[in-house]
C-alpha cells in the first residue's frame, strides 16, 4: 500500500524542507503583519517609537563616546557615525534576541497546532527589516541633513552591496537564532548568555569605534566578528570612510550562509520533540 | 478498502520528573551510543503508564505498540481514562510532538481542533485572527477570503467582527475558533475536547456540523472527548485506550459499554452511609438505600417497584422539607427528576428524619444510573452528586420475555396496541 505521507520518529538532519515552508508563505505573511501591527497598538506615539530608539541612543553616545571620551569617528560627524552603526546593529540584534526566544515563547501556539516551526523566525526576520527600512529613512534624513551642512562626505558605487548587506545580517541572525533557540528548548542555560552577549558584542564590533583605529595586534581578532565587515562596509558606502575589503565582507558573507544553514537544520531537528522538553 | 491512516507499532516515551543535570548526563550517554551506531538505550527501558502505581524507572511509555486502520469517512471515537495516551496519540497525529518509534501513514492533510482559538492574537480584530488563525491551520489566504462570510456567520459574531479579540467574552472567542477550525476542509479531522465549552446553541450547532462533516462530505474524523453521549451520537467506530495500549477497537456501542463498564467497577455504590454528625447550621445526609418489598436491595429490575430511602438530619426543625432527586445514566445524561413537590405532599421538616420515594414499575432499561439528591428548607440547601448508584437488571417488563437493551432506547412504557 501506497500512502501520501508518513510520520516517522525522526527526521533527517539534511532535509531543510524549504518546500514546506513555501506552502505557508501566506502564513509567513500574516505573522509579520501581525508583528507588525500589534507592537504598537494602544500606544499614542505609534509607529514613531522606531524612531525615538535609535535617536535617543546616538544622542546619548555623541554625547559620552564623542564628546566626553572623544573617540575618533574616521572624520565622519559623531552622531551620523553612531546612527549608522545603530541602525545596522539594531536590525541584528533585534532579530536576533527575539528569534533566540522562538520556542519558549511559541510553545502554547507550538503545542497545539503544527506548521513548519520556521516560519516564526523567518516571519520576525522580515517584520524587523520593515523596521530597519523605517529607520533607514531616519538616516538618510539626518545624513542628507550634513550633506548640505557641508560635512565631508559621499555615498559611492558600493551602495548597490546594500541588499547583500541586509541579506547577510538576516542570515547571520537567523542562524545565530534558531541555534540559540533549538538549545534552550531543554537547557535554559544560553537564554542569559544571550541577553548580555549581544551588548558586550557591540562593543566588540564597530559600531563605537572604527576598524582602522583599533590597535593592529587587535584588529584581526574584532573582524572575527561577522558584523565587523558589515557594518565597515554600510559606513564604507555611505561616508567613503573606514575599512572597505573584499575579504572581510567575504567572511561575514559565508559565515552567515554557514550558520544559517546549520542553525535551519538543528532547528527543524528539534521541532518535532521539543514540546516534551521545553 | 484502502485505509487512509495506518498506524505500526507506535510508541511514545516521556522522561518523568524534571530537567536537570540528570537529564544532561543521560543525553551524553545517549549521544555516545549513537555515534557508535547502538540504540538509543533508553529506549529499552520504561514502564506501562499507569499514573495511579509507583514505578521502577524515569521513563514511561504514554503510548506502546499502537496499531490500528482507520478506513476513509469512518468517525472514530477515542475514550479511555485520564492519561491513558489518547492526547498524546492525537498530538503525534497532528505533528505536534514527535513518535519515539513506529510509523503513522495516511492521505491527505490532518488537520486538529486540538484547542480552539490557537494563535489567536488579542490586539487583532475577529476578522484579522479568521485569517491569522486560517492560516495557522494551513488554509491559504484565498481558501478563507472565499469562506470569510461562512465562517462570521457560522460564529455568529458578526457585530464584534471589527473589534479586537481582547474584548471578547471566553464564549465568543471559542465561537470563532470553532468556526474557522470548522471551515478547514481536511481529509482527515483530528478533534480534542472541543464541545465542552459554548453555550447549548452553539454545541448543538458544533455536532451538527460535524456530522456534516463526515456523514455527507464522507471525511474521516477522530474524536475524543469524556462526554459519551456526544461521542455516541457522533462516531462509528470506537477505540479504548487504556495505559496507553489499545484494548479495544471495535463499533462504538461495545467500546463505550466496555469503557463505562470497566471504569465504574472502582466505586459503584448501591447505598450511602455518613456517620459524621452535622456540624453548625444546615442538612446532612445521612443514610440512602433502596427497598424493594420492604427489603434492602442493590439490584433491581425493569418493571419493579422500588423505594428510595433517604435518611436527614437538619438544624432547623420548621418549615417544609423539599426534596429532589436526579437521575443520570451512564453517559451522564439526566433522565428523570424526583421532586416532592410534584406529589403535592409537604413533607415538614424534623431535626432528624425519614423521606421515601416509591417509584412504581419502574420505566428504566438494564444499565448502570446514578442519583444526584438535593434537600432544602427554608433556611437551607444540601446537595450531592452521583451520591448513590442504580444498577438495573433486565427484567420482564412486558410480560412476555421481550425486552429492548440499552443500546437501543433508554425508557420502556407500557403499550397497547389496536388495530
Known amino acids: 500500500m501506497n500512502f501520501q505521507n508518513t510520520i516517522l520518529p525522526s527526521g533527517s538532519l539534511f532535509n531543510l524542507r524549504l518546500k514546506e515552508i513555501w506552502k505557508y508563505r501566506d502564513l509567513l505573511l500574516l505573522f509579520v503583519r501581525r508583528d507588525f501591527v500589534a507592537v504598537y497598538k494602544q500606544t499614542i506615539l505609534g509607529p514613531t517609537w522606531f524612531f525615538i530608539q535609535p535617536l535617543f541612543t546616538t544622542v546619548i553616545y555623541t554625547f559620552i563616546f564623542g564628546s566626553i571620551a572623544d573617540l575618533p569617528a574616521d572624520g565622519v560627524p559623531h552622531s551620523l557615525f553612531y546612527l549608522a552603526g545603530i541602525t545596522a546593529w539594531n536590525y541584528f540584534a533585534n532579530c536576533l534576541t527575539t528569534i533566540s526566544d522562538t520556542f519558549s515563547k511559541n510553545s502554547s501556539l507550538f503545542g497545539k497546532v503544527y506548521f513548519p516551526r520556521a516560519v516564526t523566525p523567518l516571519s520576525i526576520v522580515i517584520s524587523k527589516l520593515i523596521q530597519l527600512m523605517l529607520q533607514l529613512v531616519l538616516f538618510v534624513l539626518v545624513y542628507v541633513y550634513y550633506i548640505i551642512n557641508g560635512a565631508n562626505i559621499a555615498p559611492n558605487i558600493t551602495l548597490l552591496l546594500f541588499p547583500v548587506l541586509v541579506l547577510t545580517m538576516a542570515m547571520l541572525s537567523l542562524g545565530l537564532g534558531m541555534i540559540i533557540s533549538s538549545m534552550t528548548t531543554k537547557y535554559r542555560d544560553l537564554k542569559f548568555l544571550v541577553k548580555f552577549g549581544i551588548q558586550l558584542a557591540m562593543y566588540g564590533s564597530s559600531v563605537i569605534y572604527p576598524l582602522s583605529e583599533f590597535p593592529d595586534q587587535y584588529r584581526t581578532l574584532i573582524a572575527l566578528n561577522p558584523m565587523v565587515g558589515v557594518i565597515e562596509t554600510f559606513k564604507y558606502m555611505f561616508f567613503g570612510v573606514g575599512t572597505l575589503s573584499n575579504g572581510l565582507i567575504l567572511y561575514s558573507m559565508t559565515v552567515s550562509v554557514l550558520l544559517f544553514v546549520i542553525g535551519l537544520a538543528i532547528f527543524n531537528k528539534t521541532e518535532k520533540n521539543f514540546m516534551d522538553t521545553v | ?419
Open chain 2, 1 to 419: 478498502m484502502k485505509p487512509i491512516i495506518r498506524i505500526e507499532n507506535l510508541s511514545k516515551q516521556y522522561r518523568l520528573g524534571t530537567i536537570g543535570t540528570g537529564t544532561l548526563s543521560n543525553d551524553l550517554k545517549r549521544w555516545s551510543y549513537r555515534i557508535r551506531g547502538k540504540e538509543d538505550p533508553f529506549l529499552k527501558v520504561g514502564d506501562t503508564n499507569n499514573r495511579a502505581s509507583k514505578g521502577q524507572s524515569n521513563y514511561v511509555w504514554a503510548l506502546k505498540d499502537i496499531n490500528f486502520e482507520v478506513n476513509p469517512g469512518e468517525v472514530v471515537g477515542i475514550i479511555g481514562r485520564n492519561g491513558a495516551g489518547k492526547s498524546t496519540l492525537l498530538k503525534i497525529l497532528s505533528k505536534v510532538t514527535g513518535p519515539s518509534t513506529g510509523r503513522i501513514d495516511y492521505d491527505g492533510r490532518i488537520g486538529s481542533l486540538l484547542e480552539v482559538g490557537t494563535g489567536f492574537h488579542p490586539e487583532l480584530t475577529g476578522r484579522d485572527n479568521i485569517f491569522l488563525n486560517g492560516a495557522i491551520l494551513g488554509m491559504t489566504k484565498k481558501e478563507i477570503r472565499s469562506k470569510l462570510d461562512e465562517i462570521i456567520d457560522f460564529s455568529g459574531c458578526e457585530r464584534y467582527i471589527d473589534t479586537p479579540v481582547k474584548r471578547y467574552s471566553s464564549g465568543m472567542t471559542v465561537r470563532l475558533g470553532f468556526a474557522v477550525a470548522a471551515h478547514l476542509e481536511p481529509e482527515i479531522l483530528v478533534v480534542d475536547e472541543v464541545l465542552a465549552v459554548g453555550d447549548a446553541e452553539f454545541q448543538r450547532k458544533a455536532i451538527g456540523k460535524m456530522q456534516d462533516v463526515s456523514r455527507n462530505e464522507g471525511r474521516t474524523v477522530l474524536f475524543v472527548s469524556h462526554n459519551m453521549a456526544s461521542i455516541q451520537a457522533l462516531c462509528t467506530k470506537g477505540i479504548l485506550l487504556r495505559n496507553g495500549e489499545v484494548a479495544l477497537h471495535s463499533d462504538i456501542s461495545s467500546v463505550i459499554n466496555e469503557y463505562v463498564s470497566c471504569n465504574t467497577d472502582i466505586d459503584f455504590r448501591t447505598s450511602y452511609v455518613n456517620t459524621e454528625k452535622l456540624q453548625g447550621e444546615g442538612i446532612g445526609i445521612k443514610q440512602v438505600y433502596y427497598l424493594a418489598d420492604g427489603v434492602q436491595v442493590d439490584n433491581i429490575m425493569s418493571g419493579q417497584d422500588v423505594d428510595i430511602v433517604i435518611h436527614y438530619e437538619s438544624s432547623s426543625s420548621s418549615g417544609y422539607m423539599n426534596t429532589l432527586v436526579g437521575i443520570y445514566n451512564n453517559l451522564d445524561e439526566k433522565l428523570i427528576i424526583l421532586n416532592s413537590d410534584y406529589d403535592n405532599k409537604k413533607v415538614p421538616c424534623k431535626r432528624e428524619g425519614k423521606i421515601t420515594c416509591r417509584l412504581k414499575n419502574i420505566q428504566l432499561v438494564e444499565g448502570q444510573y446514578s442519583l444526584n439528591i438535593q434537600l432544602s428548607n427554608a433556611t437551607s440547601v444540601k446537595h450531592i452528586k452521583g451520591v448513590i448508584n442504580l444498577m438495573v437488571e433486565k427484567g420482564d417488563f412486558y410480560g412476555n420475555g421481550l425486552i429492548p437493551t440499552i443500546n437501543e432506547c433508554k425508557f420502556l412504557v407500557n403499550q397497547e396496541w389496536y388495530s
